[in-house]
Every structure is written in C-alpha cells, then in structure tokens.
C-alpha cells in the first residue's frame, strides 16, 4: 500500500506500509495504527508528563526488535523533547502529549510504550536522575516463574492488595498484556529513594509471609513455580508498560486495567487476556478503569 498523508489536530503524518502485517494473527501495522488512534482518550492522559521509552518490531514481533529511548533521527520539529540526565546515559525521550505523537509513534511500528513511575516538571526541560525525584505511583509487578498460571497469579495480586491495604494504600491492578499482573497505588508526590525503599520492604515481607509463593530474587533458577515481586521497577531509571500498550506477542495482546472482581474470578480460573477489540469494548463499557491513577485521591506512602 502507497504511502498516505493525513492531517491529525493541526499536524502532518506521513503513515506508510499500513498493510504490512505486524502479528502471527494477521494485525497490520494499519490496525495498530488503528487501534491506538481508537485508545487515545484513555491513554493519552496516562502517558501524559511521563518520558516513553518504545520498544520498535519494525518487522513484526517474530522479527528482531530494539529498544529505542532517543528520539530518532528525522523527529518531527513538533514532537516534545525532554532530556533526563542520568547516572549512566543521558537521554532524549519523547513525551507523548497528544494523539499526533501517539500516532507517530505507532508507525514507526513502537508496539510497546514503556513508562517511568515520575512526571516531568511543569514547564521543565530536564529531569535528573537523583533519590530526590518526586515519584507519584508505585508498582508491583508479579512476574511468573515457570509452570504458574493465572490462578496463582492473581490470587498473589489479591494478598498484594491486601498488604498495601494493611499500610493504607488503595491499589488498582492490569494484566502485563504478557505473563503477569501489575498492582499500582496513586502516591502524594515522595522522593524516588523512598519509594523504593518501601517497595523493597513490601517485597521483603510478601516473601516472608508466603515463601511458597513469592520471592525477591531475580536468578532464573530460584523462580520455578513462584513469582518474582519485581519491586525494581520502581527505580526512577525503570519503566513499566503503560496501561492500554500493546504486546509483541502471537497476537495483539493488551496490558489491560481490571476490577479487582476480575482478578478474584480469575484466581478460581476465570482468563485474564485481552486483545485490542476486547479492550475497546471494555473501555466503552467500564471507561478507564485506571482513572483512580488521574484523579482519585493521592495517597501518603508510610514511612
């Protein structure tokens, strides 16, 4: 298919290969497009303020793919730049702050929007990488070792909640879109170190509690039927995929916000998979289930 140009809210996109198929299904670059064009509202706002990095399947997710954080030679002049600096690098990121950039991002075939638990400053240019860095989310990411299903998964999610309640934080959960769950809670804005310090402690005490069930330990070998507590991504240098992101997986799977009552149906082994039709008509359904995240109430993380 012939190149098209389009006009999106006042700027030129040049979309091309749109029939280029990106998954084993049959998903084309056209419908990623599509797709992402159709979950801007909701997405948008979650991706708002924070620097993205993609992870780019030029030639479909069977293909080699590569993680880019710069913005790429030929940015659009009208694409936001926000430099961070860094303790090893210092980067160039987008800032996906509207549905232009989404969808210039969508066809240079960036599957993945991965995101940091931090927003920029207002008006700011530069962020710094220090434990000072005000963070206003944090996130448990459940990371299935070999032979865990959902059941498991979710019913680790459920004692997550339960954890995080017991020290006053009210949390929301999606899928990964990949194997896992990811449990997040709104945060009155605290320095990064101290997030991850509670993080670690949480994960700490998940282990200690149900050692059967969890641990902390990242070395493959230790994982076989548990499920890693991934409290790094809390690191202001890590990202997490954003709400609504596509996978790179056999078909065009979702990293998708749940009710807690899904997850409770899913640990008695109800699925949690969702693709890019089901998660529009869950949206016009149930709207954004990761609201809470905008514009509910903030919390205090406890010391």
């Known amino acids: 298919m012939a190149d098209v140009m389009t006009e999106v809210d006042g700027r030129t996109l040049k979309l091309s290969n749109l029939d280029k198929v990106l998954y084993p299904s049959g998903f084309t670059k056209g419908e990623v497009i599509a797709y992402y064009h159709a979950i801007a509202p909701v997405m948008l706002p979650h991706l ?48 996906v702050d509207g549905l232009p950039t ?30 000072e860095l005000p963070v206003d989310q944090l996130v448990v990411d459940l990371d299935p070792g070999p032979g865990v299903a959902m059941p498991l998964i979710a019913t680790a999610a459920l004692l997550v909640a339960g954890e995080l309640g017991a020290d006053g934080l009210a949390s929301v959960v999606k899928t990964s879109g990949s194997k896992g ?10 320095a990064a170190g101290a997030v991850i310090a509670y993080a670690r402690a949480l994960g700490t005490r998940l282990a200690s509690a149900h050692p059967e069930l969890f641990l902390t330990e990242i070395a493959k070998v230790a994982r076989p039927g548990k499920i890693l507590v ?15 992101s596509l996978r790179a997986k056999d078909s065009p799977t979702v990293s998708t916000p749940l009710t807690w009552d899904e ?23 149930h709207g954004d289930l990761f609201s809470t995240l905008l514009d509910g109430p903030r919390q205090t993380l406890p010391a």
Do not use: M
């Open 102 to 131: 989404l969808l210039w991002l969508a066809n240079l075939a960036a599957l993945e929007l991965h995101t940091h638990q931090w927003r920029v400053a207002p008006d700011s240019t530069t962020t710094r990488l220090t434990e």
């Open 230 to 244: 991934d409290v790094n991504q809390n690191l202001a240098a890590r990202t997490t995929v954003c709400a609504y």
């Open 48 to 95: 708002a303020g924070r620097p993205v990095t993609r992870i780019r399947f030029p030639n479909g997710t069977t293909q080699a793919s590569f993680f880019e954080k710069n913005v790429p030679a030929g940015t659009p002049d009208w694409v936001t730049v926000h430099h961070v600096d860094g303790h090893r690098e210092n980067i160039d990121y987008p800032l």
């Open 263 to 285: 997850v409770e149906d899913a640990a008695g082994g109800a699925p949690l998979r969702f693709e890019s039709a089901d998660v529009l008509a869950r949206v016009t359904e």
């Open 181 to 190: 769950l990811q449990i997040y809670a709104a945060l009155k804005p605290v």
